[in-house]
Nanobody, 125 residues
């Protein structure tokens, strides 16, 4: 069982930055694929970015467009999401997700087994 705890959300003005963190329990963090999803009110959960156990990454280029960067620190059991140039439309609850290593990069919620409780990101205009 893996437990994920996100932090780092908050209120920021448009154009600002935030860094989200997600700390995982367990001793096999390095063998997990990780991802960030987000969910705005009244909308479905949306893929943001994923990073595999081997450090390959995939972004949702529909809206990321070079503004976000995912990274992981296996020694700290932590995955980060650096978000720059934030826009009001980035406002959502951001969720960290994990699964045991796979053969391809996962980008849908159903492919992940473990979820954090979410952290609210609000971007004011």
């Amino acid at each position: 069982q893996v437990q994920l705890v996100e932090s780092g959300g908050g209120l920021v003005q448009a154009g600002g930055s935030l860094r989200l963190s997600c700390v995982a329990s367990g001793r096999t963090f390095s063998s997990y694929d990780l991802a960030w999803f987000r969910q705005a009110p009244g909308k479905e959960r949306e893929f943001v970015v994923a990073i595999t156990w081997s450090d390959s990454s995939k972004y949702n280029e529909d809206f990321v467009k070079g503004r976000f960067t995912i990274s992981r620190d296996n020694a700290k059991n932590t995955v980060y999401l650096q978000m720059n140039s934030l826009k009001p439309e980035d406002t959502a609850v951001y969720y960290c997700a994990a699964r045991r290593m796979g053969f391809i990069i996962a980008t849908t919620p159903g492919e992940f087994n473990y979820w954090g409780q979410g952290t609210q990101v609000t971007v004011s205009s």
